[in-house]
């Protein structure tokens, strides 16, 4: 008996191809309002790439927003934290009331990511002052897992009074996507699994976007950043 294997196409060609079929699902965003009160908002590297092709096909501004995760001292991949370009520490609250991190450490974190942070927003969109008082921001990126970081960027987010705030992402677990649907006003998903390995799990092509490529993006946009 003759077996044939058959190469299963993953759920994405690459990240343009999932942005376009994302950008489909948020054609209705074209009759918020003025143009200038909607904004793209990704989370680079990868999520620019998303945000691009979405920021085009609503005729709207692209920009990026950067949050570096502070991760326990003898466990770096469980987030006590983060800090955003301002300097400003979102906790994780959860994590951290339930253990003893010492104070020296979250400071020297926040002084060290700052400045590592300020140098990637400078070189990626020119400037560290942002206006978002009164938009319709749509943060995007290429995925999310577990979404640590891309939580606390929203608690940021939600001190900027916002006029609305909604996430658009091509694939997340099912769990993830219901959390973040309680925290903000709208979440645009292709796709929720139950069951979830990895966002590059769904890409054919997932290659690691460079700062190269994401400077190249953005200067379309720094005229009106």
């Not at 196409?9 to 690459?14: E, G, V």
Request: aromatic share 6%.
């Amino acid at each position: 008996m003759q077996v044939y294997l058959h190469r299963i196409r993953m759920l994405f060609k690459d990240r343009t191809e999932a942005a376009v079929l994302l950008a489909e699902k948020l054609e209705w965003l074209k009759e918020e309002g003025p143009r200038g009160s909607l904004l793209v908002l990704a989370v680079p590297r990868g999520g620019v790439v998303t945000g691009d092709v979405i920021a085009t096909s609503l005729g709207v501004n692209l920009d990026i927003i950067v949050a570096k995760k502070i991760g326990h001292p003898s466990n770096p991949e469980v987030a006590i934290g983060a800090v955003m370009h301002d300097g400003t520490f979102i906790p994780n609250e959860a994590i951290l009331n339930s253990l003893d991190i010492p104070y020296e450490y979250i400071t020297d974190s926040i002084s060290i990511l700052t400045k590592e942070i300020e140098r990637r927003i400078m070189i990626f969109r020119g400037s560290k002052e942002y206006d978002l008082v009164g938009k319709v921001v749509i943060l995007v990126d290429d995925g999310v897992a577990t979404g640590t970081t891309l939580f606390l960027a929203i608690m940021w987010l939600k001190r900027q009074k916002l006029r609305r705030l909604i996430i658009a992402i091509p694939v997340g677990p099912r769990e993830t996507i219901e959390k973040l649907r309680e925290i903000v006003d709208k979440v645009i998903v292709l796709h929720s699994p139950t069951i979830f390995k990895a966002v590059g799990a769904f890409y054919e092509d997932f290659s690691q976007v460079s700062d190269d490529e994401v400077i190249e993006i953005m200067q379309k946009y720094r005229t009106t950043n």
